[in-house]
């Protein structure tokens, strides 16, 4: 399945996504429930759009505070959001809903651990309730103050096992992990942990938004056909996170062109 999260036309709202994105070709979308209302009147207009429900984002997305998406600051409350997300996406069918970890901020590194090991354990609790896989995202080493405490697949891998969660995979975002050192072995010998893929390219520096794929340096050609090789028969999942003061992003174009775009660049890498 071909999808396209919706954080890649982040003006335009769900019914429009919706629209747009079938429109394109796209087979699913990735939800961020930042575009949610109400439900029954979205899970009607997602039936009558055709599209199936890739990889989901939470409201409040990480377990520690960050610096990127706002949200409570006390960690309770973060918990308890990702666990009633899980409850709610469980509605829409989702291969899989992700979460980050948040950065130590002003805690140790061993205290984060702990607290983000027991916040896993109970949204992954919540989601074995309702039928919905977690999937732990780990985010880019440039971004490590800001977003996570796990940076690489094995990384996150291991945050997993020290809170004892075999069973929780990994949301493996191509934009983060390309330049692992070890990335072509991580994708071939955990692919059976990997609960979606996002597919986006990196642009070379000064540039920090995302490419469309093929459009980068990341080699998501490459990377693709590795996941296909080793036996991934998930999503592909396109997000693309623009600029909104450059009018070549992204971001700066109507949904219906975006999704177009972003339909043409994958289509164009896919093993």
Same mark, same amino acid.
């Given at each position: ?148 405490? #796990?940076?690489?697949?094995? +990384?996150? *891998? &291991?945050? !997993? %096992?020290? @809170? /004892? ?51 980068? #340096?990341?080699?998501?050609? +490459?990377? *693709? &056909?590795? !996941? %296909?090789? @080793? /036996? ?40």
């Amino acid at each position: 399945m071909l999808s396209l999260s919706e954080i890649s036309t982040v003006g335009a709202s769900f019914r429009e996504d919706l629209r747009a994105y079938a429109a394109a070709g796209f087979d699913g979308i990735g939800i961020w429930e930042s575009k949610l209302g109400d439900d029954e009147a979205d899970l009607a207009a997602l039936r009558e759009s055709g599209l199936r429900v890739a990889n989901c984002v939470p409201l409040v997305p990480s377990i520690l505070p960050n610096a990127v998406i706002e949200g409570p600051l006390d960690v309770e409350e973060r918990i308890e959001s990702l666990c009633a997300s899980m409850a709610r996406f469980a509605r829409y069918g989702p291969e899989s809903v992700l979460c980050l970890t948040g950065p130590a901020g002003e805690l140790d590194e061993t205290e984060a651990r702990r607290v983000v090991a027991e916040g896993l354990t109970r949204i992954a609790a919540a989601g074995a309730t309702a039928g919905v896989r977690l999937g732990l995202e780990p985010i880019h080493a440039s971004e490590r103050e800001a977003l996570t405490l #796990v940076t690489t697949i094995p +990384e996150a *891998l &291991a945050l !997993l %096992a020290e @809170a /004892g969660l075999p069973d929780v995979g990994i949301m493996v975002d191509l934009w983060h992990v390309w330049d692992t050192p070890t990335v072509e072995h991580d994708l071939r010998e955990h692919v059976d942990r990997i609960t979606g893929v996002h597919v986006a390219d990196w642009f070379p520096p000064p540039r920090t938004d995302r490419a469309l794929p093929g459009e980068g #340096v990341s080699r998501t050609r +490459e990377l *693709l &056909a590795i !996941l %296909a090789d @080793a /036996g991934f028969r998930g999503s592909w999942d396109v997000e693309i996170f623009g600029d909104p003061q450059r009018p070549d992003s992204l971001w700066s174009l109507p949904v219906d062109e975006a999704a177009r775009r972003a339909y043409e660049a994958a289509v164009g890498v896919l093993p």
